[in-house]
């Protein structure tokens, strides 16, 4: 069996509606670019496509970035049309060559254009399936 130990955290969270593991937290949804309309970033020169985005961070394929690297950044946003000019910190890249980033000194107004797209991408996701359910 696999058991997992329970922590003081665990014992805190009893009772709640929901539950999930301190590791699994996240401070923000995300989500998959519609790969008919990708995300494209500028990083430093170059330009990759974005795999997940949410209003914390994205993450991409890794072109010879180094992790804990700051790096400016500068994309527009499919659907809402947002410009965002910020900076991003490089997690870590994990084994399958991804990138990891978390937004450095994000404004309040990116931020609100990153969440509008989020929510709107999740419509249209919520929508597509829909359809495919009724057909």
């Known amino acids: 069996m696999f058991w997992k130990k329970k ?9 709640k509606l929901f539950h999930l593991p301190k590791e699994d937290k ?17 990083i430093d020169g170059k330009t990759v496509k ?6 914390g961070g994205i993450s991409f394929r890794n072109n010879d970035f180094k992790p804990k690297g700051v790096y ?3 994309f527009t ?3 809402t049309g947002g410009f965002v000019k910020t900076k991003l910190r490089i997690l870590r890249v994990n ?9 450095v000194g994000l404004t309040e107004r990116a931020e609100d254009d990153i ?17 495919s359910e009724t057909e």
């Open 7 to 15: 922590t003081e955290d665990d014992k805190e969270e009893k009772g």
């Open 115 to 131: 969440h509008r797209y989020v929510l709107a991408r999740q419509k249209e996701i919520l929508r597509t399936r829909k359809r």
């Open 26 to 42: 996240r401070q923000a949804f995300r989500i998959s670019p519609d790969p008919a309309e990708p995300v494209l970033v500028s």
């Open 95 to 103: 084994r399958e060559g991804i990138c990891q980033c978390r937004f």
């Open 50 to 55: 974005v795999l997940e985005i949410s209003s």
């Open 77 to 79: 946003l499919p659907i």
């Open 72 to 74: 400016p950044v500068t």
